[in-house]
């Protein structure tokens, strides 16, 4: 069974950093693409980051760019997003998430960690 | 970025109707790198169609994916209780990825 399991979550101040962790089990972690996507309390759904398979690519939304940063270790089964520079905007529950076999589209998440960037 | 806008924004409809969702791309979506997902309260989401028209493993075939270009359908043939929920697009044919703003299908 695919398990998807983020960590890492909590109440952050305004410039502060987290580090949010991934544990995949259930499938071959280094044959996918992984993301992490976030939904800010009562909103709808904000793509964050992808990483290819081997981590020799990635993707960040604007909003992110030069603050966080997506991370594998295919070794471990794990996927990771370092936050920096938090901000109130980015107050969400962050959501692990893997890619189809030889596809960027999302097909299985996790149950999410919340992030509460406040002071 | 490519824009995508759902509409409407809310479908109140009752068990046994017809569904009829739809997702408008500011520029043509690649390949038609669409994709759709439910999410209910308090839940994650949950993968239904990808490539505009093609289901996802497990899904039933009430749920129906249309359009290329900048048009996209979600249609649920029969509403099920389970079907009440929030429905999402995606667009991932280039970076960044975006969703839309979702459709609240409601019981009517």
């Known amino acids: 069974e695919v398990q998807l399991v983020e960590s890492g979550g909590g109440l952050v101040q305004p410039g502060g950093s987290l580090r949010l962790s991934c544990a995949a089990s259930?499938?071959?972690?280094?044959?996918?693409?992984m993301s992490w996507v976030r939904q800010a309390p009562g909103k709808g759904l904000e793509w964050v980051a992808n990483?290819?398979?081997?981590?020799?690519?990635?993707s960040y939304v604007d909003s992110v760019k030069g603050r966080f940063t997506i991370s594998r270790d295919n070794a471990k089964n794990s996927l990771c997003l370092q936050m920096n520079s938090l901000r109130a905007e980015d107050t969400a529950v962050y959501y692990c998430a893997r890619g189809g076999l030889g596809s960027t589209v999302t097909t299985r998440w996790g149950q999410g960690t919340l992030v509460t960037v406040s002071s | 970025e490519i824009v995508l806008t759902q509409s409407p924004g809310t479908l109140s409809l009752s068990p046994g109707e017809r569904a009829t969702l739809s997702c408008r791309a500011s520029?043509?979506?690649?390949?038609?790198?669409l994709a759709w997902y439910q999410q209910k309260p308090g839940q994650a989401p949950r993968f239904l169609i990808y490539?505009?028209?093609s289901r996802a493993t497990g899904i039933p075939d009430r749920f129906s994916g249309s359009g290329s270009g900048t048009d996209f359908t979600l249609t649920i043939s029969r509403l099920e209780p389970e079907d009440f929920a929030v429905y999402y697009c995606?667009?991932?044919?280039?970076?960044?990825?975006?969703f839309g703003q979702g459709t609240k299908v409601e019981i009517k």
């Open positions: 995606q667009q991932y044919g280039s970076s960044p990825q975006t």
């Open positions: 990483i290819k398979q081997d981590g020799s690519e990635k």
């Open positions: 490539g505009a028209s």
């Open positions: 520029q043509s979506v690649s390949s038609s790198y």
């Open positions: 259930g499938f071959t972690f280094s044959s996918y693409w």
